[in-house]
């Protein structure tokens, strides 16, 4: 069994309820009440008590975790480096999600940064692959013209995904990174200094309509998605990653321009691995997590300063003010769910794994 100890929570863990039943993120803590669901949340924690051998009281993991105090997990697939859930209910769940790190042997892992790795980790990993699949596929065409830089539009500019996203992108030679956000978040989006420019929602007639562009949606506001669609005529590709404007959600179908096509990154990860083989991709990306990661965490101008807070009754009233939308941008979220009795189960003889 394992104590959650620091689980991050985003608008990516919106994400994951507001996309559930489309992705499949309700199967991997299954509840046995209809109606209900357990959102996961990437995160650590510290195994109390095992009956593997494999696996020792004490470890510390990071991994996929319900939003609860403690999981029971079956290790298998062994290494030095990590183990897999091997529960029954996961088997047919993608394997980048039922994979369990070691932090004594996990190359991302530094102990000074952890509440940053817990609220930056996956969604990084997200946008790095975001602009890699981009790049991969030459951008769909909109940097065809040398003349003039590709716009690549960014909605829900202030979240972590999107502005890890932007970080990647700035580097690159021939696009201007366009973050749209609320007026609110403009000061902040602004001070990353990853975009080219950021814009309130409704300041879209400010940009050119004929620019060749790409739209990179982690909001999934329909009425916003539309607006874009139909604005700009030389739109290469529409591409779906979240869904922070829960309120405004709907569908894409019908829009002017391409499809909007929801971006699936352990798909990427397959890909890439097997371009590059999966030694040089970890490598690569762990390379690339430790430059964004010397930005966010700078201490003269922090990207991100995180919070902690305790106990289930924090829990349920920081979701809240993440689902609304609310709150400093520049503030992360971590919570920790384990009573001071559950912490004590470490001093216990094993009993479960």
């Known amino acids: 069994m394992c104590a959650s100890t620091a689980l991050p929570l985003t608008s990516n863990n919106i994400t994951y309820a507001a996309f559930g039943d489309a992705m499949n993120y309700w199967s991997f803590f299954p509840v046995a009440q209809e109606g209900w669901g357990v959102i996961p949340v990437w995160g650590f924690g510290d195994v109390v008590q095992s009956l593997h051998a494999g ?5 510390r993991l990071y991994g996929y975790f319900p939003m609860a ?17 091997g529960a029954p209910h996961r088997a047919a769940l993608h394997g980048v999600y039922n994979q369990y790190m070691r932090c004594s042997a996990d190359p991302f892992y530094t102990a000074s940064t952890e509440d940053a790795q817990a609220l930056l980790r996956p969604l990084y990993i997200t946008s790095w692959l975001i602009d890699d699949f981009l790049a991969d596929n030459a951008f769909f065409g909109a940097m065809a013209d040398a003349s003039r830089p590709a716009v690549m539009l960014l909605s829900s500019a202030s979240s972590k995904t999107a502005y890890g996203t932007a970080f990647q992108l700035a580097r690159r030679k021939g696009i201007e990174v366009v973050g749209l956000t609320s007026a609110a978040n403009v000061d902040f989006c602004q001070s990353l200094s ?8 409704d300041q879209l007639d400010q940009l ?3 620019v060749p562009c790409v739209y990179i949606d982690f909001a999934g506001n329909a009425a916003l998605r539309e607006s874009i669609h139909t604005r700009f005529t030389q739109l290469a590709y529409s591409c779906s990653i979240g869904g922070t404007h ?11 321009g391409p499809k909007a096509a929801l971006f699936f990154a352990p798909a990427q990860i397959k890909k890439r691995q097997g371009d590059w083989g999966s030694q040089d991709f970890g490598s690569r990306l762990v390379q ?3 430059q964004f990661l010397a930005h966010v965490t700078n201490p003269v101008a ?10 289930a009754v924090a829990m349920a009233s920081t979701y809240k003010a993440v689902l609304g939308g609310q709150g400093d941008p520049r503030k992360g979220h971590v919570l920790n769910l384990v009573s001071r ?12 794994s």
């Open 302 to 311: 922090p990207w991100l300063v995180p919070e902690r807070h305790e106990g």
């Open 288 to 290: 690339a997590w430790q």
């Open 194 to 201: 990853c975009y080219n420019r950021v814009l309130p929602y």
């Open 55 to 59: 696996v020792a009281v004490g470890e």
């Open 69 to 85: 105090s403690s999981v029971v997990l079956a290790p298998t697939r062994l290494s030095p480096t990590s183990f897999s859930d």
């Open 341 to 352: 009795s559950q912490s004590d189960l470490q001093h216990t003889p094993p009993s479960a």
């Open 208 to 210: 050119n309509a004929t």
């Open 246 to 256: 829960v309120e405004q959600l709907g569908s894409a179908k019908n829009l002017p």
